[in-house]
T-cell receptor, first 109, second 115 residues
Framework: GQNIDQPTEMTATEGAIVQINCTYQ??????LFWYQQHAGEAPTFLSY??LDGLEEKGRFSSFLSRSKGYSYLLLKELQMKDSASYLC??????????WGAGTKLIIKP | TAGITQAPTSQILAAGRSMTLRCTQD?????MYWYRQDLGLGLRLIHY???????GKGEVPDGYSVSRANTDDFPLTLASAVPSQTSVYFC??????????????FGPGTRLTVL
């Protein structure tokens, strides 16, 4: 079956750095997405990786290793507004998105 | 620009009743999707449409139906609601399907409670 694993919850301190991991086992691979979802709101797109390596976008970076079935989202200089759930999703061989359950990130002052 | 809208925002529905959740996008996107999101589970695809006039079943289609008469609208119908359909429903759209970089844009969601 298809499976995406992420930690359920993480806690970090304002101003610090946090890494949210995602491992996947899917039927085929056509890219990996990270979305941010604030409580009670819709998910919004953060990043897309299809090749191995690091993609940097401001305070957020996303890394992919296809051989290991592994990705991480790195958040730097954490701000209180970064408190949200972070969803990892993989585009499978049928170009359908398979979603992880999300990681709830709690930022403490 | 409105983007993608959903109605209603929330609803309480008696078991056995039918209901249609509305979704409209003004981005002229070809592909549209319906997901449900339950606590502790990832978003699960109910139905999708790659282009107007076509629909397909996702991971959890039972008890739901959809239609795609035009590009903008993609309603989701529950024919006879059951308590297990209590969830938050998100509609999404993307410019196209069947390709890699295909960001999905989400509506604000409909919170449905079936009693």
């Amino acid at each position: 079956g298809q499976n995406i694993d992420q930690p359920t919850e993480m806690t970090a301190t304002e101003g610090a750095i946090v890494q949210i991991n995602c491992t996947y086992q899917t039927s085929g691979f056509n890219g990996l997405f990270w979305y941010q979802q604030h409580a009670g709101e819709a998910p919004t797109f953060l990043s897309y990786n299809v090749l191995d390596g690091l993609e940097e976008k401001g305070r957020f970076s996303s890394f992919l290793s296809r051989s290991k079935g592994y990705s991480y989202l790195l958040l730097k200089e954490l701000q209180m507004k970064d408190s949200a759930s972070y969803l990892c999703a993989v585009l499978d061989s049928n170009y359908q998105l398979i979603w992880g359950a999300g990681t709830k990130l709690i930022i403490k002052p | 620009t409105a983007g993608i809208t959903q109605a209603p925002t929330s609803q309480i529905l008696a078991a056995g009743r039918s209901m249609t959740l509305r979704c409209t996008q003004d981005m002229r996107h070809n592909a549209m999707y319906w997901y449900r999101q339950d606590l502790g589970l990832g978003l699960r695809l109910i139905h999708y449409s790659n282009t107007a006039g076509t629909t397909g079943k996702g991971e959890v289609p039972d008890g739901y139906s959809v239609s795609r008469a035009n590009t903008d609208d993609f309603p989701l119908t529950l024919a006879s609601a059951v308590p297990s359909q209590t969830s938050v429903y998100f509609c999404a759209s993307s410019p196209a399907s069947g390709r890699g970089y295909n960001e999905q844009f989400f509506g604000p969601g409909t919170r449905l409670t079936v009693l």
